[in-house]
């Protein structure tokens, strides 16, 4: 099934309208699900709408958040989101670091009180395109292992660095810390496929390819100790620092429905010419000496990060959605 | 041959003080050098020494820098270190980040005109013992292939994040984005010892455990595109953005004596309490939570990064050094 970006924005805003949430807050989040679904994100996007509205339905959503920011500095701000969605704290946040940045050079906030805010590269978006340079960390629900352990404990904890490129497409860095993102893995366990082999362990500590199994597991850090140190710091910077949970207390959105996440978020930003009067000028010459580097065989271009992104935004953003049938069922019943 | 400590010291101080650096960088360079032979990393200890040297007798590291710290905002200063050695541009860095975090909350402090500056968490650990949070960003000469490319462009390029632990030991996390440290081949190929498989390919693409075929080659990367796109943030932010060079144009120190390096540093330092007044309490039972998971087989403690490097430091600070005959013949020829 496929539906217009307009009609599909219009049941959305309608859904979070029904439950509660303010038109504006209603606006944030569905703008952030629907560009989800248009870089072909689907697992950050209307598969977890269902999911959304029933933590709001039990309270551990608030609708109508009373959101609190708080000036630390010129430079730095603190929110306390009041179990907001995800969506409307990020929001505040991004825009309050890209004020202080402005203003002072260096933007700092940390949130606490949040949820998952869907994906990192969309806030760091809004700042690239006022030509600054970010950062974004948030922590998850348990889902990596810890080097040495055998239990999860941390979150897939993206890592988030963007930067303006003087042309329209952002340089954009959204990676996990894990070899595989658990929202892939979910998709998968879904549809019944299969995951890669290496990327994964059953709850035993075994290696598995089932997607199930897998989620029952622990998946594995890029890179072992290094991977799972930068797991690590995501979580003290977006946790530990921000007042958020943190040490694996931070709650599955899907299967815990005990309590509110508290999620925390930590972004930075930069103006990009602090230092230097040519930054633009610096930054494409930096992209264009990679790119005309000799390929590997079957390479056609080496792309930096969020160049493919924003190629499926350019080819989606004016086409129909296609929406699963699960995802129609949601729409369904929440409507 | 084993030299103590204060005697290495000496003559090491002598010999920085012989090629023309002033008492007090001589110092800073030598307590950096010998800091690494503590904690065990040779790599980047008393076997860069010749290096150093050659590159002052050369005329491309500057013995006599006027280092220029200007300030941008009482949070944010850029540094000119005049091709000084690494050392005392990083260390004149990181002591002005410190001040700028302890003023203001944050401190930020680009570096430009430095060479290489030795162990990341040796400069973040200054911050961390005044109960700071601290990012370090530098960038090196070519050794990993962009995702895509076949040839190599990013250094092996840290990234260093420390934070206070409420006890003596410092989490500091300083990791390569390479599967391997460059340091590591670089003994390896010096003592014809085998390196790893999967870890670097030869000058034709083909994976290799021969050091000196590594070196040749490329490393490659954590994570595949993840751990190229982290070696690129990298890249931006210590030679972007500084002003330092960047996109494969920082020289080999030990193969390039055509200029200076001109390599780009970036330190970010936080106080830890700005938004959560228990920080310490926090981040004491973040790593409580972590270090009681059940382990895997063999594994007798689960490690926080940092932990075990401290571990050699105390152990090894009040023993004689180890050095080797090709550092012993340096030092000789050097003094």
């Not at 003290?236 to 509110?260: A, M």
């Amino acid at each position: 099934m496929k539906i217009s970006n307009k009609i599909l924005k219009k049941i959305i805003i309608n859904i979070f309208r029904r439950f509660g949430l303010s038109k504006s807050h209603a606006n944030i989040s569905t703008n952030a699900l629907i560009n989800a679904e248009i870089v072909d994100a689907p697992s950050h996007g209307l598969s977890r709408l269902k999911m959304y509205c029933d933590r709001i339905s039990k309270k551990i959503i608030n609708p109508k958040p009373k959101i609190k920011i708080k000036k630390i500095s010129q430079s730095i701000s603190y929110i306390d989101a009041n179990n907001s969605i995800g969506f409307v704290a990020a929001d505040a946040g991004i825009k309050q670091a890209i004020k202080n940045a402005k203003k002072t050079g260096i933007g700092l906030v940390g949130i606490k009180n949040s949820g998952h805010y869907g994906l990192s590269s969309y806030y760091a978006e809004q700042a690239v395109k006022k030509n600054l340079i970010v950062f974004c960390f948030t922590n998850a629900p348990p889902a990596i292992a810890p080097y040495g352990a055998k239990k999860k404990l941390f979150g897939t904890n993206p890592i988030c660095f963007g930067t303006p490129t003087s042309s329209k497409i952002p340089f954009i860095l959204d990676t996990s810390v894990s070899l595989i993102n658990r929202g892939k893995i979910r998709v998968a366990a879904r549809s019944g496929k299969k995951i890669p082999t290496g990327v994964a362990l059953d709850k035993f500590g075994k290696p598995t390819t089932d997607a199930k199994k897998a989620l029952a597991g622990v998946q594995l850090p890029i890179g072992g100790f290094r991977g799972s140190g930068l797991a690590w710091m995501v979580d003290i910077l977006s946790g530990v620092l921000t007042g958020g949970n943190h040490g694996g207390k931070v709650k599955d959105p899907f299967d815990d429905f005990s309590g509110p996440q508290n999620i925390g978020h930590l972004f930075i930003v930069l103006k990009s010419n602090l230092f230097v009067s040519n930054y633009n000028q610096r930054i494409k010459e930096n992209i264009r000496r990679i790119k005309k580097l000799p390929r590997i065989k079957g390479v056609k271009e080496i792309l930096f990060p969020g160049q493919s992104k924003f190629k499926r935004y350019k080819k989606n953003v004016n086409k129909k959605i296609k929406i699963s049938s699960n995802v129609a069922r949601d729409l369904k019943l929440l409507s």
